[in-house]
Each structure stands twice: as structure tokens, then as C-alpha cells.
T-cell receptor, first 117, second 112 residues
Framework: DAGVIQSPRHEVTEMGQEVTLRCKPISGHDYLFWYRQTMMRGLELLIYFNNNVPIDDSGMPEDRFSAKMPNASFSTLKIQPSEPRDSAVYFC???????????????FGSGTRLTVV | AQSVTQLDSHVSVSEGTPVLLRCNYSSSYSPSLFWYVQHPNKGLQLLLKYTSAATLVKGINGFEAEFKKSETSFHLTKPSAHMSDAAEYFCVVRGGYQKVTFGTGTKLQVIP
């Protein structure tokens, strides 16, 4: 398996523009997570899905952020309109359901470094 | 509820000396515990995990961690630090939920 694949690796955009980040989870994983990492706040969970259904989006900072998972192999995180304070590294991670004594944790993608100027 | 505390935000060691990164957790359930490593400008990589089997867990690159239930600790150790170990390390707990809780991270500096 190629692991969790994120695209693009880097994105530079102007304030006010729409940004779409993409993620392909590991095949067979039931859960998909979007995280944001900044120096100030560290790692923050934005939203997670189970079987393509959003379960908890309480970490999404505001209505400018939205996430979808139209099928088991693809998810997007969209920011519209983008602002300079959205500059961060965005990570996608996937996981399968832990069972008694068997938990493989999360597998992370390489991240998308977003810069909003 | 679950939480994890990494007791040191920065640790500095000389190359060839032992590494100790401390982690304490709390969980209402029997937890799974993980250590992840993040090298500069890279993603997070799983170092090792504890999931209710042997309490001493071996991971990649010579790292180990011991689960101590009585102390609610899961400290990460390595006998001899290498320059390539310089990175940020995250302790993570999952206690019966699908979400994990990350510690705030410990930056390890290795001095030549």
C-alpha cells in the first residue's frame, strides 16, 4: 500500500481564494481524520469521518472550512475564502477500527503546507 | 475522558548518551498508547505502540517504551542517541474511542 496520499504537497494562494486539499486514505481503513499543525497551536483535530460519514466536526474553526468524503477512497478539505491565519500544515490520517488488543494507530500522510498571502 | 501529558517540551542530549522522553496519561478505559516521531518538515511516523500485550514495547530505530499502569506512564527511551534522532516526539493515547489524544510534543536536540 502506498500509505495515505495527500495533494498538493505545497500550496501558495492569495487571501480570498478558495483552496482545496485532497486525501486518499489507506484502502480498508474505516476512519479518516483531518488535522492542522501550527507552531502556535500544535496539532489540532479539525474533523473526522467514519465510513465516509462526518462524526465530529467540532474542531473546524469556522464556516469557511468544509470537508467531504464522497467515497471510501477520497476526502477533501476546502477553505473558502482563505485568510493568512489559515497558513499551516494540514495532515490527513486514516485508521481502522481498533479491536481488543489490536490497535495499529493512525497512519499519517505527508501533509500539505498551505501559505495564504 | 482521556488526556496525555508530555512532561518536557524540550530535551537536549549528547550523541551517544541515553534518551528519556516522559509521558503520563489518563484514561477511563484500558488504553492503547503510541509514540510518533516528526522530523522537520515531515509527516508523523509511528515509532511504537502498546495495545495490552507485553508492557515493554520495542519500536523502530532502537527506541523502546514501557507501559506502567501503576504510574500511568509510557516513557520513551533509547540507550544511545544518534544525530538522526533529532526530531519532535508525540505521545498519544486512545482509550476506547476512535479519536486519539495527542500530547503537546517533545523536541529532542542531539548535540554532537
Amino acid at each position: 500500500d502506498a500509505g495515505v496520499i495527500q495533494s498538493p504537497r505545497h500550496e501558495v494562494t492569495e487571501m480570498g481564494q478558495e483552496v482545496t486539499l485532497r486525501c486518499k486514505p489507506i484502502s480498508g481503513h474505516d476512519y479518516l481524520f483531518w488535522y492542522r499543525q501550527t507552531m502556535m497551536r500544535g496539532l489540532e483535530l479539525l474533523i473526522y469521518f467514519n465510513n465516509n460519514v462526518p462524526i465530529d466536526d467540532s474542531g473546524m474553526p469556522e464556516d469557511r472550512f468544509s470537508a467531504k468524503m464522497p467515497n471510501a477512497s477520497f476526502s477533501t478539505l476546502k477553505i473558502q475564502p482563505s485568510e493568512p491565519r489559515d497558513s499551516a500544515v494540514y495532515f490527513c490520517a486514516s485508521s481502522c477500527l481498533p479491536t481488543q488488543g489490536r490497535d495499529y494507530g493512525y497512519t499519517f500522510g505527508s501533509g500539505t503546507r498551505l501559505t495564504v498571502v | 475522558a482521556q488526556s496525555v501529558t508530555q512532561l518536557d517540551s524540550h530535551v537536549s542530549v549528547s550523541e551517544g548518551t541515553p534518551v528519556l522522553l516522559r509521558c503520563n496519561y489518563s484514561s477511563s478505559y484500558s488504553p492503547s498508547l503510541f509514540w510518533y516521531v516528526q522530523h522537520p518538515n515531515k509527516g508523523l511516523q509511528l515509532l511504537l505502540k502498546y495495545t495490552s500485550a507485553a508492557t515493554l514495547v520495542k519500536g523502530i530505530n532502537g527506541f523502546e517504551a514501557e507501559f506502567k499502569k501503576s504510574e500511568t506512564s509510557f516513557h520513551l527511551t533509547k540507550p544511545s542517541a544518534h544525530m538522526s534522532d533529532a526530531a519532535e516526539y508525540f505521545c498519544v493515547v486512545r482509550g476506547g474511542y476512535q479519536k486519539v489524544t495527542f500530547g503537546t510534543g517533545t523536541k529532542l536536540q542531539v548535540i554532537p
